[in-house]
């Protein structure tokens, strides 16, 4: 009923920059959370940021100051600007947004396909 569709991911030099983009499609009412997972070879995956649909923001630690969360309502797209990237952001990177679909009175959990970020020299 809903898909989400990544882009943005590739390799990057250590304090580069990449925008990541997710796009939601389908028979969407209202997009309640939009938020940004990462997961690194052999660790689990761990929320990066999230938005809500007031516009509340959260961010992990490690990417505070660095990375911004921000969305467009018209085209139910999510953004992550990631700066000053470091190696240890390398990780496969899944938007995840709550989505209420017309005639769904609680909504569920989609998930992106991921993308893949590499900060490397």
């Known amino acids: 009923q809903v898909q989400l569709v990544e882009s943005g991911g590739g390799l990057v030099q250590p304090g580069g920059s990449l925008r990541l983009s997710c796009a939601a499609s389908?028979?969407?009412?209202?997009?309640?959370?939009m938020g940004w997972y990462r997961q690194a070879p052999g660790k689990q995956r761990e929320l990066v940021a999230g938005i809500f649909s007031n516009g509340i923001t959260n961010y992990t630690d490690s990417v505070k100051g660095r990375f911004t969360i921000d969305r467009d309502p018209t085209k139910n797209t999510a953004y992550l600007q990631m700066n000053s990237l470091k190696p240890e952001d390398t990780a496969v990177y899944y938007c995840?947004?709550?989505?209420?679909?017309?005639?769904?009175?609680?909504?569920?959990?989609?998930w992106g396909q991921g993308t893949q970020v590499t900060v490397s020299s």
């Open positions: 389908g028979s969407i009412f209202k997009i309640h959370a």
């Open positions: 995840n947004f709550w989505v209420q679909v017309f005639g769904d009175y609680q909504g569920r959990a989609y």
